[in-house]
């Protein structure tokens, strides 16, 4: 961990440094493109992107994914101090790591090879170069994250009880689901509400994994100012899920209880989204104008 800096005989909180503040503003450029390919050019994935998402609806639903985290990423590098950023880079760390993993586990499924146009190739290849690269240099900046000198910003004001329950549920069934999904696909695929191929399965695997953790890390965190960031996500990912699901409603099996939780938890992250900025821009200017006063 960082040491202590003293100023002014206070001790000063550990910025976001400038080489994880420039991963984050990168990572958040790369998945916002990525989005474009998953929920803009839907129907098209055989052309435009690594490899052939069937059905749309579900390169929608992880086009959104993308959408919702690169709102995150952007917002998390504009931050000063790590305690307000960090809630994002665990999550994108381990949504990377495992994406790697997918990849590789089921490569002959992805645009290689002279039968693709050359541009397909080479959004192949790139989806490849950025998933092998990105876990490697964002753990290395962790480290030195961790390193650098500084305390962390003292908690100011603590989220409800019930909301930390809600993030909990949030949290379990993301993480419970996700793992399932990613480690055992084909035997856990009659819990999703359409129908995944064993790829696609674990990228959403990969993505519940890491959207779960997210969750428990703001559970855990207790704290407006250090959630902050994540809640825009949250609601996002709410709205462009149901979204989704409105563009192709007939490759769900409504006939499942499976999909009417589906929704239901959609609609919990958009009203836990909605609320949680509302308080924590409201707690933020209330800082705001608390330090102003004091000044």
């Not at 409800?160 to 999904?181: D, K």
């Not at 900025?277 to 608390?290: L, N």
């Amino acid at each position: 961990m960082g040491a202590s800096v003293l100023i002014g005989g206070q001790e000063h909180a550990r910025p976001l440094t400038s080489g994880m503040k420039l991963m984050l503003v990168v990572a958040g450029i790369l998945v916002f493109l990525v989005g474009i390919q998953l929920f803009v050019l839907t129907e098209h994935t055989a052309r435009y992107f690594a490899w052939t998402v069937n059905p749309p609806l579900t390169a929608a639903a992880l086009g959104g994914a993308y959408w919702a985290s690169a709102v995150m990423e952007i917002l998390a590098s504009r931050q000063r101090t790590w305690t307000r950023a960090r809630i994002a880079v665990p999550a994108v760390l381990t949504f990377t790591a495992l994406t790697l993993v997918t990849t590789v586990l089921h490569l002959d499924r992805f645009h290689l090879g002279e039968k693709f146009a050359v541009a397909t190739q080479v959004a192949t290849w790139g989806w490849i170069a950025v998933y092998a690269v990105v876990p490697v240099v964002m753990s290395i900046l962790l480290v030195l994250q961790r390193r650098a000198a500084g305390v962390e910003v003292p908690r100011r004001n603590s989220l409800p009880r019930w909301l930390r329950a809600v993030l909990g549920l949030h949290a379990v069934v993301m993480l419970s689901l996700g793992l399932s999904l990613f480690v055992d696909p084909e035997a856990t695929l009659v819990l999703w509400p359409w129908m995944l191929t064993p790829l696609t399965a674990r990228a959403i695997g990969a993505w519940l994994l890491g959207l779960g953790l997210a969750a428990a890390h703001a559970a855990g965190a207790n704290d407006w100012g250090r959630v902050a960031v994540a809640t825009h996500s949250y609601g996002l990912l709410g709205v462009l899920e149901l979204v989704a699901l409105m563009r192709y409603p007939d490759t769900v099996d409504w006939g499942r209880p499976a999909a009417w939780v589906f929704v239901l938890f959609l609609l919990s992250f958009l009203l836990v989204g909605v609320y949680g900025w509302i308080m924590a821009t409201r707690t933020a200017h209330r800082s705001t104008v608390s330090s102003t006063e004091a000044g």
